[in-house]
């Protein structure tokens, strides 16, 4: 019996030690990845500042211009919801925290509309599409992050809002802080609500010469504004993605570690039983004989 108890604890101690080696493996592969992915992140939020400042300003001086995106609807009857998820698990609490995120936010809406979901990721999309449905879905996308799909969501929620299909639009993601911190965070996208100048640059009386106009800019814009935003999400998103990964990944290893362990004290302390009830059979034996001799 304590054989068959040290060989089954050596077939599980082997088989956590595989699980072990394969989590190392995945921890490394996210860690490579996490540096690109933060590297991307990082070098967009310059960018995306900036664009919040240059449509702060040309607001500021074009204040009569109409723009379908600008429009705000008294009766908002449907919203709509972008929430960025993984394609992939294993990565913590990272697809669960911005699907609870969504839920609530859903559920907080006094206004009880009509919620859609626009799903960019797998997880996401399976979890909805049981439940609520998935009004678009965008899966599939790698882990290179490229403006192309970023535009194709935003034109695909500027024809859904130009059309009345949806009379507000949030965007639901993770704001990559670190490896161990990523904070679901939930934006209104549309209709479109610039910023206050002052919040963004800082600048006071700084009168710009814009050419053709700035009118005219500042409709070019408002599309491009809208796509910037959904790149920017995504690129955090991905960020955030890999480091929760990174530091799911390092948890698994290190408590496959400590299981190990623990299993291959029980193993020695088996053995050792085994070996002192052997022991503890040859003295009795050996006694046995002394006796029926004498």
């Given at each position: 019996m304590a054989g068959a108890g040290v060989k089954d604890l050596k077939r599980r101690i082997r088989s956590i030690k595989n699980t072990q080696q394969i989590t190392k493996a995945m921890k490394m592969v996210a860690a490579a990845k996490l540096r690109r992915a933060q590297e991307a992140a990082e070098k967009s939020r310059p960018y995306t500042e900036t664009l919040k400042g240059t449509l702060a300003r040309l607001v500021g001086v074009s204040s009569d211009v109409e723009h379908p995106l600008l429009v705000k609807r008294d009766d908002v009857r449907k919203v709509g919801y972008?929430?960025?998820?993984?394609?992939?698990?294993?990565?913590?609490?990272?697809?669960?925290?911005?699907?609870?995120?969504?839920?609530?936010?859903?559920?907080?809406?006094?206004?009880?509309?009509?919620?859609?979901?626009?799903?960019?990721?797998?997880?996401?999309?399976?979890?909805?599409?049981?439940?609520?449905?998935?009004?678009?879905?965008?899966?599939?996308?790698?882990?290179?992050?490229?403006?192309?799909?970023?535009?194709?969501?935003?034109?695909?929620?500027?024809?859904?809002?130009?059309?009345?299909e949806f009379d507000e639009i949030y965007l639901v993601y993770a704001k990559f802080i670190n490896v161990l911190r990523q904070v679901p965070t939930v934006v209104k996208i549309l209709p479109i609500e610039p910023p206050e100048q002052e919040s963004i640059t800082g600048e006071h009386n700084v009168e710009y010469i814009y050419e053709p106009s700035a009118e005219t800019i500042l409709l070019t814009l408002l599309p491009r504004y809208v796509g910037s935003q959904i790149y920017h999400a995504m690129l955090e998103g991905k960020?955030?993605?890999?480091?929760?990964?990174?530091?799911?990944?390092?948890?698994?290893?290190?408590?496959?570690?400590?299981?190990?362990?623990?299993?291959?004290?029980?193993?020695?302390?088996?053995?050792?039983?085994?070996?002192?009830?052997?022991?503890l059979d040859i003295v009795g034996g050996a006694e046995a004989l002394n006796k029926g001799g004498k």
């Open positions: 972008i929430v960025v998820t993984a394609d992939r698990g294993l990565c913590g609490g990272y697809n669960t925290n911005i699907i609870r995120l969504t839920t609530d936010s859903m559920g907080a809406d006094d206004r009880k509309p009509e919620n859609g979901i626009i799903a960019v990721g797998r997880k996401g999309r399976d979890f909805f599409r049981k439940r609520t449905g998935v009004e678009a879905e965008f899966i599939n996308l790698g882990d290179k992050i490229s403006y192309s799909d970023a535009r194709e969501i935003s034109q695909y929620i500027i024809n859904a809002y130009e059309n009345e960020a955030s993605e890999q480091g929760a990964r990174m530091t799911a990944m390092g948890n698994a290893s290190q408590n496959a570690g400590e299981i190990i362990g623990n299993l291959t004290l029980k193993m020695n302390k088996v053995r050792q039983a085994a070996i002192t009830d052997e022991i």
